[in-house]
């Protein structure tokens, strides 16, 4: 897996995921979300340039401007709940792209015990086509790979990028063994810890209940 790793670059990114790691800040939900997702916006820009384009004629009152456009059939696919503002932020720059949707939550059998619950599943065919998969949080990094194993019932996608705000180095780490050698992932930032919840450290909390609150344990 080959990972960019955007917080390398000094750039107005850094902002927002000041903004969304403030406890302060956090309060004001609607923020949140808008802020994940002008950093799903971010990370689908970069993404972007290495995508293929095809040379295309546009027609202007005044002539006629070549211009080179993306030339893939996308697929982006989020992992419910926290991937939905992801989710919107890619989809808000890959306006014609198909979507997906899959939920992936945490079965807590103690308080540091848990395993992974891939449940509902909508998606169109994945067969050639590059698929884009959104989750804020990458903590473990097993929700990445049980839904990455979801999906393989899908169709065989042509490119897998995984788009992420928050990773930590273990989940990272994880990802390099399970994953193929093919699949991108384009992170906004990388912590080096997990605390005995798997949550990350210093990370920003639980991104779903902050986009969306609390919700009962079952
Ligand atoms: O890398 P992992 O250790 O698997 O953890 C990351 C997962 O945890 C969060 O979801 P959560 O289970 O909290 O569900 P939610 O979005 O419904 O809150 C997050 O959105 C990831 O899906
Ligand atoms: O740090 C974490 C880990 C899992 N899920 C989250 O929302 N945050
Ligand atoms: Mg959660």
Not at 43 to 61: A, D, F, M, N
Not at 85 to 113: C, M, Q, V, W
Not at 201 to 211: K, N, Y
């Amino acid at each position: 897996m080959q990972v960019f790793n955007l917080e390398e670059k000094n750039s107005i990114l850094n902002k927002f995921i000041a903004e969304v790691r403030d406890v302060k800040m956090q309060s004001d939900k609607m923020r949140f979300r808008r802020n994940i997702e002008r950093i799903g916006e971010i990370l689908g820009y970069e993404l972007s340039k290495t995508l293929i384009y095809k040379e295309t004629s546009v027609i202007s009152p005044l002539g006629v401007s070549k211009i080179s456009l993306l030339d893939e059939e996308l697929v982006i696919c989020s992992i419910l709940r926290a991937g939905l503002p992801l989710h919107n932020g890619l989809l808000n720059y890959f306006d014609n792209a198909e979507n997906s949707f899959i939920s992936a939550y945490r079965h807590h059998s103690s308080k540091t015990e848990f395993e992974i619950k891939v449940e509902y599943l909508a998606s169109p065919s994945l067969e050639g086509k590059t698929l884009i998969l959104a989750d804020p949080m990458l903590a473990t990094g097993l929700s990445f790979i049980n839904v990455f194993n979801a999906l393989k019932a899908m169709g065989t996608p042509k490119n897998i990028h995984l788009v992420s705000v928050i990773g930590s180095k273990q989940g990272i780490e994880t990802l390099q063994k399970e994953l193929p050698d093919h699949v991108k992932l384009w992170i906004a930032t990388v912590d080096n810890d997990l605390d005995e919840h798997g949550y990350i450290v210093p990370g920003l909390g639980d991104a779903g209940d902050l986009c969306f609150g609390t919700k009962l344990q079952h």
